[in-house]
């Protein structure tokens, strides 16, 4: 009899996990598009929602009272998601990237030598998103920024080599929390070089330009018309050796890009992935790069992930006491696209500054008539003014 009931529980517990894993993938997959939408604009652009979602976990887990409820609705979850739970799928989604093959994840704070970080906070970021921390004289800024920018060349394969600018870490930096996510794949079914074309290509603006394409006929999963993505046509390319394939969505020829894309709010992967069939495709894509770089912040806001950027920011679980808040959130990107494979690298970069000292530099542009004085004491020696 006590043998049953323990099984029975048993057995509750683990059937109730993998519904609410299921809601968390689901969560971070509506985090993606979310996130997608919102830094569109009307050029080629690439993000790793990945990237900018780990380093806002690292924020999550050090948050408290109304900083976290904010977080918790920005990145999507449930409100009956807790933080442990987060913390507990957060875990285990780390983990399982960590497995895939051609995926390459590193996580890592920098802290600046004489602060102190609550122990807790520590542990919490390591087991969830093997982050470590190390300690760093943020008051020597050029070696600083050196130093780290040599472990983030390092964990992009030496793709993005000067990620952090001169004069970015100052004196009123705490911590620079990085993430960064590179995979290398080679094409299960490569496209034949000397078969490539250059074709038209029209641009978002209906401008015409002339691209080279690639070509291959292969059995691939397609899908022409897919509901669920509003009429697009979806074809899959699987990656050598790996789970990671890279799938091509294709909106209806007729329908305007901007208008499409504002209709698709919501994505079942499942139905998705359930609607594409093996067959044999003539397939052409560009062979094409993009690089991306932006502060994502002002997206973020747009989200309602406000909060930790402004002076109220709640981070008490990693501060005893410091007054700290997110300046910027740097987001960098590249994508080499060729008939071999692919190379995507992505580096999310959080500076973390004290607002002890709330310093905004006004601005002062002189860009329209002005007028201006020599003086010396109650003395004025010239006027004169700046009209054309
Ligand atoms: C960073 O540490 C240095 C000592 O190395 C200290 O002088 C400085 O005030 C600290 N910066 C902040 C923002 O706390
Ligand atoms: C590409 O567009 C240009 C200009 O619109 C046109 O002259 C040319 O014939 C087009 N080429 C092809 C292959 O369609
Ligand atoms: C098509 O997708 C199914 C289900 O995801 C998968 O099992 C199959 O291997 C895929 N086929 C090809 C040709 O990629
Ligand atoms: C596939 O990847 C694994 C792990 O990286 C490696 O050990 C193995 O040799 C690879 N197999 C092939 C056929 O490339
Ligand atoms: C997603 O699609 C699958 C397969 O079509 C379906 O079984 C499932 O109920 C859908 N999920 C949601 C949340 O609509
Ligand atoms: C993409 O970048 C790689 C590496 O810099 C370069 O060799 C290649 O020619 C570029 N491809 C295109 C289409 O610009």
């Not at 979310?34 to 009307?42: A, G, P, V």
């Not at 976290?68 to 999507?76: A, I, S, Y």
């Not at 620079?176 to 490539?196: E, Q, T």
């Not at 890009?257 to 994505?267: C, D, R, V």
């Amino acid at each position: 009899m006590k043998l049953k009931s323990t099984l029975w529980i048993f057995v509750t517990v683990l059937t109730l996990s993998v519904a609410q894993n299921d809601r968390f993938m689901a969560s971070r997959q509506q985090f993606a598009l979310e996130l997608f939408k919102n830094t569109q604009s009307t050029s080629n652009m690439l993000i790793s929602p990945l990237s900018i979602d780990f380093v806002l976990h690292l924020m999550f887990l050090g948050s408290t009272k109304s900083t976290t409820t904010e977080m918790k609705n920005g990145l999507g979850y449930p409100k009956s998601f807790n933080a442990k739970a987060i913390e507990l799928n957060l875990q285990k989604w780390s983990a399982d990237i960590k497995m895939i093959n051609g995926v390459e994840v590193a996580t890592k704070i920098y802290v600046n030598n004489t602060l102190a970080i609550k122990n807790s906070y520590k542990l919490s970021i390591r087991k969830t998103l093997s982050s470590d921390l190390e300690k760093i004289a943020f008051i020597k800024s050029k070696p600083a920024t050196k130093k780290i920018n040599k472990w983030i060349s390092d964990s992009t394969h030496n793709l993005i080599k000067n990620m952090i600018a001169p004069g970015v870490i100052d004196k009123d930096t705490l911590m620079i929390l990085i993430n960064c996510i590179y995979f290398g794949g080679k094409w299960a079914d490569p496209f034949i070089p000397n078969a490539n074309l250059f074709e038209n290509f029209t641009a978002i603006d209906e401008s015409v330009k002339t691209i080279e394409f690639m070509y291959q006929s292969s059995v691939l999963n397609f899908s022409k018309d897919v509901p669920e993505l509003k009429g697009a046509s979806a074809v899959s390319l699987n990656y050598d050796n790996t789970t990671v394939s890279m799938l091509f969505v294709l909106p209806p020829a007729d329908v305007d890009f901007k208008s499409w894309m504002s209709s698709i709010n919501k994505i079942n992967w499942s139905a998705v992935d359930k609607s594409m069939k093996p067959v044999e495709v003539r397939l052409r894509i560009p062979k094409f790069n993009i690089t991306f770089d932006d502060d994502m912040k002002k997206f973020l806001k747009k989200m309602q992930i406000n909060s930790i950027f402004e002076n109220e920011a709640h981070l008490d679980k990693i501060f005893a006491g410091q007054k700290a808040k997110v300046e910027n959130l740097f987001h960098k990107t590249i994508i080499q696209v060729d008939e071999v494979g692919t190379v995507a690298v992505g580096v999310a970069v959080m500076k973390i500054v004290s607002y002890s000292m709330p310093f905004n530099p006004p601005e002062f542009t002189a860009n329209r008539p002005f007028i201006f004085f020599i003086r010396s004491g109650p003395t004025i020696m010239f006027v004169g003014q700046y009209v054309e």
